[in-house]
C-alpha cells in the first residue's frame, strides 16, 4: 500500500476519497484530467506553521507564495485564513482583485516587475512591493512622484546561501538574477537609495534560497545572515528593520525516498536562530515572515486522470498511457520530479508489475512517472496522481493545443468546480484570420 495513502483515505467502498467525496464520483462528475484539491489539507497547513509563532510568541505573518497555485478560489481561502499572499505578477494580482483579496496584505515579488505592474500595484494599494533591483527602484521612483502615495517595501537581498536542491530551483546563491547582492555593496547602496526617498517606507530585508528544500541548515544560516545584516544597517544608516522575510521553499514528500523535516521544525529552527542571534547583535526582535507555496497546496492536490492506451516491450517496462501528461503536469519533464500515483476504485491493491505513467503529448519525454508500481489496469481505470497541488496547474500549457485540465475543491464531503475546464473556443477563440 502507497505509505501516503491513510485508512481515512479509502471509504466503504474501497476507492480513494479526498476531502469526504469518492476520487471515482469527481472523475465522473467533473471529467478527467481534472485536479482536485482538499481544502482542509491546506488550511491546516497554514495553520501548522501558525501555530509556531503563536507557541514562540514572535510577531509574524504567513504569505502565501501563490505562484505555486493561483487561482480566484484559493486566494479566497487564503482570505478566509486571514493569511497574506504574495504574486508575481499582474495577472496575479488580477486574480487577487477578482478574489476581493484585501490588497494591503499582498507582497509583490518579481525580479523585472514592469512599470504597467508597478502602476497597477500602486493604484491598487498593495502593501508591500519586495524591491529587487535599481531599475524597480528608478520605476517606484519616478511612478510616486507626482502623488503622495506611501509605498512599504522591502529590500531583498541575495543572501550567498546555497540551497541543497535542484539548481533549477535554486535562488540564493551569489550568481542568482534576485535580489541584491550583499559583499558588493549593491544591497547598501540599494537600502541608502531607498531611504532616501520620503514616501517610501523600507519595513524589511528579504531573502529566499530556493524551493523544495529538505534540512533546516539553509533556512538557519539564512535567517543568521538577515540578523546580520539589519544589526549592520542599523548600525551604518539607522535603518531599523520590522520585519525579516525568510521567503518560502520548504520541502515535501512527494515519493518515497523524499525525507523533508515538518513545517513546524523548519520554523521553530528559524525563530531560535533570529531570537538568539538578535539579542547577540543588539537589534530589536522583528517580525519574522515565511512564504511557503509548495508545502501549503503541494500535498492538497491529487490530479485524476483516465487510463487508456498500453504498451508492452519484451524485457522493458509498459508504457501505460493516460488522458494527461506535461501540459497538466510539467515538473517530471523540467526537473526530474517524482511522483506517486494509486489506482482511484482500490489504492490498497496488491501492486503487480512497475509501468511507465506516459502522458499524452506528442513528445517523448512526457512521463509522468518513469517506474510506478501498479495492480492490475485496465483502459478506463481513474489513476490519481498525488500530490500535484504546486506547481503543476500554475505551470500548465496548451502544449498541441490540449485544453488545460478543470480544478475543483472539496471540503467537509462536498465538491465545487473552481476552474472550469478549458473548451475547445476557449483554446481558439484568440486566433485572427490571416488577411495579408
Ligand atoms: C520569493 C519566493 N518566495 C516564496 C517562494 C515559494 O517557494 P515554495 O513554493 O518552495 O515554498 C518562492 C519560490 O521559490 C519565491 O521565489
Ligand atoms: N516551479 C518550481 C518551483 C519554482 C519556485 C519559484 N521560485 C517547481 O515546480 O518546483
Redesign the pocket.
Known amino acids: 500500500m502507497n505509505d501516503q495513502i491513510k485508512a481515512a483515505d479509502i471509504n466503504s467502498s474501497g476507492h480513494l476519497q479526498i476531502g469526504g467525496v469518492d476520487a471515482l464520483t469527481l472523475a465522473d462528475k467533473y471529467g478527467t484530467p481534472v485536479l482536485v484539491y482538499d481544502v482542509a489539507k491546506i488550511r491546516d497547513q497554514i495553520h501548522r506553521f501558525r501555530n509556531v509563532f503563536e507557541q514562540e510568541h514572535v510577531e509574524y505573518e504567513v504569505s502565501y507564495?501563490s505562484?505555486a497555485f493561483a487561482s480566484v478560489a484559493i486566494y479566497q481561502v487564503m482570505k478566509q485564513e486571514q493569511a497574506h499572499i504574495d504574486v508575481v505578477s499582474g495577472g496575479e494580482l488580477a486574480t487577487a482583485i477578482k478574489a476581493d483579496f484585501p490588497m494591503e496584505k499582498i507582497s509583490f515579488h518579481g525580479n523585472n516587475k514592469s512599470e504597467a505592474e508597478l502602476s497597477m500595484a500602486l493604484e491598487h494599494g498593495v502593501g508591500t512591493i519586495v524591491v529587487d533591483n535599481f531599475h524597480e527602484i528608478d520605476l517606484l521612483k519616478q511612478l510616486i512622484a507626482d502623488s503622495s502615495k506611501r509605498v512599504n517595501v522591502q529590500l531583498r537581498i541575495t543572501p550567498g546561501i546555497a540551497a541543497h536542491t535542484?539548481s533549477?530551483?535554486a535562488?540564493g546563491q551569489v550568481d542568482s538574477k534576485f535580489g541584491f547582492d550583499v559583499d558588493s555593496g549593491q544591497a547598501d547602496k540599494a537600502l541608502r537609495e531607498l531611504m532616501a526617498i520620503s514616501q517610501i517606507n523600507v519595513t524589511g530585508i528579504h531573502a529566499?534560497i530556493g524551493?523544495?528544500i529538505f534540512d533546516v541548515q539553509g533556512f538557519k544560516g539564512v535567517a543568521h545572515k538577515l540578523v546580520q545584516i539589519a544589526a549592520d544597517w542599523q548600525e551604518k544608516y539607522d535603518f531599523h528593520t520590522k520585519i525579516l522575510n525568510v521567503g518560502g521553499g520548504f520541502g515535501i514528500k512527494y515519493s518515497a525516498d523524499d525525507h523533508p523535516i515538518h513545517p513546524e521544525d523548519f520554523v521553530r529552527a528559524i525563530i531560535d536562530v533570529v531570537k538568539k542571534s538578535a539579542q547577540e547583535s543588539g537589534i530589536d526582535m522583528p517580525a519574522i515572515w515565511i512564504e511557503p507555496?509548495?508545502s501549503i497546496v503541494g500535498p492538497a492536490g491529487y490530479t485524476l486522470y483516465t487510463i487508456g492506451s498500453r504498451k508492452d516491450i519484451p524485457g522493458l517496462l509498459p508504457y501505460v498511457s493516460v488522458d494527461g501528461g506535461m501540459g497538466d503536469n510539467i515538473?517530471p519533464a523540467l526537473?526530474n520530479?517524482k511522483y506517486e500515483a494509486v489506482l482511484a476504485r482500490d489504492p490498497q491493491a496488491q501492486n503487480i508489475e512497475e509501468v511507465r505513467i506516459a502522458g499524452k503529448y506528442c513528445e517523448s519525454g512526457d512521463i509522468l512517472s518513469d517506474r510506478q508500481p501498479l495492480p492490475e489496469t485496465h483502459p478506463g481505470d481513474v489513476l490519481v496522481m498525488l500530490d500535484t497541488g504546486?506547481?503543476d496547474y500554475a505551470?500548465a500549457s496548451n502544449y498541441n493545443r490540449n485544453p488545460r485540465p478543470a480544478v475543483v475543491f472539496v471540503e467537509n464531503g462536498r465538491d465545487q468546480l473552481v476552474i472550469k475546464r478549458e473548451s475547445y473556443d476557449d483554446l481558439t477563440h484568440l486566433d485572427l484570420n490571416y488577411s495579408l
Do not use: D, E, F, L
Open positions: 507564495a505562484k535542484n533549477y530551483i535562488t529566499h524551493s523544495q507555496g509548495r515538473r526537473y520530479a504546486a506547481y505551470m
